[in-house]
Each structure stands twice: as structure tokens, then as C-alpha cells.
């Protein structure tokens, strides 16, 4: 694997069941509490656990880079253009991401609210009627995607399409279906752009008031976007948008059911509790990892690790240390003081998403509190049946959830 420019996340961790992959904590315990900088000499990549070193990680990036060339995002190369945000450093990267911040401001945000509230009350006008509700069917998966395309001005009845591709473009690699895999991805990327391309040229003639628009106003040192950088951008943004946002929506339903039972009916008598929810949901049940490039030789974590090598930072493992975090293991969203975990990233990089994301839970699950009177798991519920592969390891695809009115 040393000469492939992809990392394979699971060949690292070793969890090889979909169990084993939607539970990883005991194996983050493990590792902060044994191996808490790990190398792997099959990739050649090392790894760091403690919420220090992830922190370090993704804020220093002087000696940890974005300019990869192998990396554990499983997105196409052809991504990495001069609009691309995230494969760059600062102070180049500081341009790029201005290019975008504006659309993600709490002020434009606030201009969006309407729209959003529109939408989630469609879906759960859409639940009418049903005593048990797929919420990853009928919510966490139309949110998101429905929100992201109107944002970019991309019409949400596509919105079936744009999630196939951006999927494909998300799935993780395995070793075992490797060529398969990238040659769909490959595919998905062609169709997605030849999708997007056309909407580039006409937007570029009759400019509307959205993300594609403000692409192709902007300047990148004093030069305008190629529509192929502006289509590449949008990819990027209907990706990012997307999968990562379905899965916190389903995993806020997951949490309250299974590891915190009480806590819907505690949201019911107290709204405002919802952001705190929101917060440690993001904290407890989110098992991402971000990858960087040693960018000159270090031991600033005791092993000497050399320029060019990848260092993968695992959020989830960090958001659970109890250096950080006290009982890091329980589901409590009464933490006292601001709740820091890491799911969104930290330091230049810093989701710009975010705010955008945090928007969608909080006012889904207001107007779900006050649509229904309880929740309760389907009987024989069984996690297994529900799960899927996803960048964040496993997520759920499925998800019924019996509801009362
Ligand atoms: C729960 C939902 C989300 C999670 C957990 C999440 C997580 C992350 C993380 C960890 C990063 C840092 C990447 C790095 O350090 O290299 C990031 C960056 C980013 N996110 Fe999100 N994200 C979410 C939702 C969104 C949404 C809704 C958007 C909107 C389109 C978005 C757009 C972006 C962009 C553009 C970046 C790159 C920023 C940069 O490199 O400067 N994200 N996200």
C-alpha cells in the first residue's frame, strides 16, 4: 500500500466487523491508553488518539500540511484545483476560503432560516400518519442534501441524483474492492460535473442569488474562476454538505434512544436544552478522522515522525479522553462549560459548514419536539440490520423509530 496515494482507514484500525466499526470506542480507549501515537509500517502512516494530539494536529500546519498527495479522503484527485479549500495551507488557503465564508456567515445563515423551516416542515408533513418513521428516509437524509442545493442555487428535485454521486464519491476504499471502487467513483465524478456544468455556464450569463453565483462574481487574485474550478467547488460543497450532516441528524435520534433514554422527553419540557443535545451528540457519536502531511521531520510527539509521511488524527478517540472530558464515556448533555470537542475540526481549517449544520439539527429536532410527544425504538430493533459503510466507518441507512403524537 505504500505506493497507493490512497489511505485505507480500516487497515489501520483493524475493527473488521460493521459492529466493531460503529462501536470503535473501547478501541479508542485502547489506543490512548496504550498506543496513544501509532505507526502503521503496511501504510506507512501513523496515527494520534488523545485530544491534545489531535488538536496539535489539526492546528499546526506548519509541520502538519494539507498539500497531500496520499490522504484517507476518498474523494477523486481532480478535486484538488485552485478553488479547492481544503487541500491548501495558510496563507494561500486564507484567499480560498474567503471565496466561500461569506455564504456561511450567522447573517446569511439567518437569511436562509425561512427556507430551512419550509423544508423540515415538509418532511414531517411528509410523517403524517405513520406510527413508525424511517428518520434516515424521511429526515436526515432530504435535510441536508435539499438544504446544500438550494444554497448553491442547483435544483433540490435533483436532489435523488446529487446524493447517489456525492455517496460514491464519499465511500471509504477497502482493499477488496479497490479498482471497483474507483472506477465508480471515477463514473459519478464525470456524471456529477457533466450534471453541474451546464448549470455553471447558464448561472455565468443570468447570475442569482446563490453559492454558484458568488463563484463566479469572485476573484482569486485577480483573476475569475474557470467554470470547471466553479463545477469542481460545488462538488466539493454538495459533498461536504451532505453525508456528514445525514449522519448527525440520525445519530441525534440514535443517542436519545439508546444512550440516554429520558432525554426527548427532558427536550419536551425544555427546549432550550436542544443545542446542548446537539453538542454532545456531536462529542459522544461521531467517529471521524482527518489526515495531514508531516510537512518537515518531527518527534514533537516523541517518535520521530519524517516529512512526507500521513498523519491521521482521530477525532472520535480524542472527543472521548477523559484528560479532557470527565466520565468521557457517558451521554450527558449537561456538561458543565463549553463543550470543545473536535467534530468539526479545529484551527484554519475549521468546518465552514458548521453553523450551517448546527442550523438543520436545532430546527429539525424543535419542530420534531413539537410534532410528536415521544419516540420509542420499533421492538427487536437491532442495530446490525441498520448499518452501512460510510467515511465516518459505519452510519446508519436505515433507521424506524416508532413515534406518538
Ligand atoms: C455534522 C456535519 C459536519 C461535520 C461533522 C463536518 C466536519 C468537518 C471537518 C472535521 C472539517 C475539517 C477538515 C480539515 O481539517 O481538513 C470540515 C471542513 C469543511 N466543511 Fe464540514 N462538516 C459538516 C458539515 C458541513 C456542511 C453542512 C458544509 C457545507 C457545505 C461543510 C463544508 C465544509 C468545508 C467547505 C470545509 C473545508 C474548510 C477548510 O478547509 O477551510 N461541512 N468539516
Redesign the pocket.
Known amino acids: 500500500m505504500k505506493n497507493s496515494n490512497q489511505v485505507i482507514l480500516q487497515e489501520i484500525s483493524k475493527l473488521s466487523t460493521p459492529e466493531e466499526q460503529w462501536e470503535p470506542y473501547a478501541w479508542f480507549t485502547h489506543m490512548r491508553e496504550n498506543e496513544p501515537i501509532q505507526y502503521d509500517a503496511e501504510q506507512d502512516v501513523w496515527s494520534v488518539f488523545s485530544y491534545d494530539a489531535v488538536k496539535k494536529v489539526?492546528f499546526d500546519h506548519e509541520l502538519f500540511s494539507?498539500k497531500k498527495q496520499r490522504s484517507l479522503i476518498p474523494i477523486p484527485h481532480e478535486v484538488d484545483n485552485r478553488s479547492n479549500?481544503?487541500l491548501v495551507d495558510p496563507p494561500e488557503?486564507r484567499k480560498r476560503?474567503a471565496l466561500?465564508a461569506q455564504a456561511?456567515t450567522p447573517r446569511s445563515l439567518k437569511d436562509w432560516e425561512p427556507r430551512i423551516q419550509e423544508i423540515i416542515d415538509e418532511l414531517i408533513a411528509d410523517m403524517e400518519g405513520d406510527t413508525v418513521v424511517d428518520l434516515v428516509d424521511k429526515l436526515a437524509v432530504p435535510l441536508?442534501v435539499t438544504v446544500?442545493a438550494d444554497l448553491l442555487g442547483v435544483p433540490s428535485s435533483d436532489r435523488e441524483k446529487i446524493k447517489a454521486w456525492s455517496d460514491i464519491l464519499f465511500l471509504p476504499y477497502n482493499l477488496d474492492a479497490f479498482t471497483d471502487i474507483e472506477q465508480q467513483k471515477g463514473q459519478a465524478m464525470q456524471e456529477f460535473a457533466q450534471y453541474l456544468y451546464p448549470i455553471v455556464v447558464s448561472k455565468r450569463a443570468d447570475p442569482a442569488d446563490d453559492i454558484i453565483s458568488d463563484l463566479i462574481r469572485a476573484e482569486l487574485e485577480g483573476e475569475k474562476l474557470s467554470d470547471q474550478e466553479i463545477v469542481m467547488s460545488a462538488i466539493?460543497?454538495l459533498g461536504?454538505?451532505n453525508e456528514?450532516?445525514t449522519?448527525?441528524l440520525a445519530n441525534l435520534f440514535y443517542c436519545m434512544l439508546f444512550d440516554r433514554p429520558g432525554v426527548y422527553e427532558e427536550l419536551r419540557a425544555n427546549e432550550s436544552l436542544i443545542p446542548k443535545l446537539v453538542e454532545e451528540v456531536?462529542r459522544f457519536r461521531?467517529g471521524?478522522t482527518?489526515d495531514r502531511k508531516v510537512a518537515q521531520d518531527t518527534d514533537i510527539f516523541g517518535p520521530q515522525m519524517k516529512a512526507g509521511q500521513v498523519v491521521v488524527a482521530w477525532?472520535g478517540a480524542g472527543n472521548r479522553d477523559e484528560a479532557h472530558f470527565e466520565h468521557a464515556d457517558t451521554f450527558d448533555i449537561h456538561r458543565p462549560g463549553k463543550n470543545q470537542h473536535l467534530?468539526?475540526?479545529a484551527?484554519?481549517?475549521?468546518?465552514?459548514?458548521?453553523p450551517?449544520?448546527r442550523l438543520e439539527a436545532n430546527m429539525a429536532l424543535s419542530a420534531f419536539v413539537k410534532r410528536f410527544s415521544a419516540i420509542a425504538p420499533v421492538e427487536d430493533f437491532n442495530v446490525s440490520d441498520h448499518l452501512t459503510v460510510s467515511i465516518t466507518g459505519q452510519s446508519l441507512k436505515s433507521f424506524p423509530v416508532r413515534v406518538s403524537r
Open positions: 489539526l494539507n479549500v481544503n488557503h476560503r466561500l456561511f441536508p446544500i466539493g460543497l461536504a454538505g456528514t450532516t449522519t448527525l456531536l461521531f471521524a482527518i477525532i467534530t468539526f475540526g484551527g484554519p481549517h475549521f468546518c465552514l459548514g458548521a450551517l449544520a
